[in-house]
């Protein structure tokens, strides 16, 4: 038991180490290295700046707490059945139970959010002079002014 333990620690360690780069980035918002000579930055054709996000309301509401109370009998109904389909016993059954009620709980929580929150107008001014404007629900961080990079339809920190 021990050894695969281990076995699967250094698998991820090795993983997470070929994911490193040592090499240096001289992209936007770095610095260059001290010396004669300095590379020029990367282009980027999907990169830009932030110039304006927007909030856009919903309009969606829900009493608090309606997508958790929901998911939670959901949750409880499903997770007794699968219990008692399974062969469990009474304690188990229950004990599904409990557990699928927490798991629909957040689950359901989650959802209501999603539906009910609001979504953020992104317009970024892109390096070759173009404005786009990119529709999402999570800022991740951005702020006006800040350089983006638009990968399949959503604006990231680069």
């Not at 010396?35 to 509401?61: E, F, K, M």
């Amino acid at each position: 038991m021990k050894s695969r333990l281990l076995c699967a620690a250094v698998l991820c360690s090795l993983a997470l180490a070929a994911c490193s780069t040592t090499s240096p980035n001289y992209g936007y918002g770095s610095s260059y290295p001290s010396g004669g000579s300095y590379p020029a930055p990367q282009s980027c054709l999907d990169c830009g700046i932030v110039t304006r996000i927007d909030v856009i309301g919903s309009n969606r509401t829900a009493p608090a707490a309606t997508g958790a109370i929901l998911g939670g009998i959901v949750g409880a109904v499903a997770g007794h059945e699968i219990s008692d389909k399974t062969g469990g016993s009474k304690g188990n059954q229950n004990v599904s139970a409990v557990a699928g009620a927490a798991a629909g709980a957040m689950a359901g929580n989650a959802i209501q959010g999603r539906v009910t929150g609001d979504t953020y107008n992104i317009h970024v001014r892109m390096d070759d002079g173009r404005t786009v404007v990119i529709n999402q629900r999570d800022l991740g961080g951005i702020r006006e002014n800040t350089y983006v990079r638009v990968v399949n339809g959503k604006v990231v920190i680069r």
